[in-house]
């Protein structure tokens, strides 16, 4: 059984920065490239950014590009995400999740976790 655990969610005003942790099991993370998505209301579940296994290479959606950050400890078996300069629009639950190989955007597990709420106060 495969664990997903998001953290470090919360209340910040606009321009401030938030930290985002997913604690996953290993073999969830282990040799895996990882991502982060998020789900706004009334919106459809979005991509947000992906790191390779070894955490050298990261994407990550236009939108977010220059304010966002991923990174990973794979002795931790946790994934960060480090958010900056944050807008009322990236006010959504955020998930993580294994991704392909191929495509950082395609998550590959089917179990979600609880995710964690960002809200962005204007």
């Known amino acids: 059984q495969v664990q997903l655990v998001e953290s470090g969610g919360g209340l910040v005003q606009a321009g401030g920065s938030l930290r985002l942790s997913c604690a996953a099991s290993?073999?969830?993370?282990?040799?895996?490239?990882m991502g982060w998505f998020r789900q706004a209301p009334g919106k459809e579940r979005e991509f947000v950014g992906g790191?390779?296994?070894?955490?050298?290479?990261?994407y990550y959606r236009d939108s977010v590009k220059g304010r966002f950050t991923i990174s990973r400890d794979n002795v931790k078996n946790t994934m960060y995400l480090q958010m900056n300069s944050l807008k009322p629009e990236d006010t959504a639950i955020y998930y993580c999740?294994?991704?392909?190989?191929?495509?950082?955007?395609?998550?590959?597990?089917?179990?979600w976790g609880q995710g964690t709420q960002v809200t962005v106060s204007s």
């Open positions: 790191i390779s296994w070894g955490g050298s290479s990261t």
């Open positions: 290993g073999r969830t993370f282990s040799r895996s490239p």
């Open positions: 999740n294994k991704v392909s190989w191929g495509d950082y955007s395609t998550p590959r597990v089917d179990y």
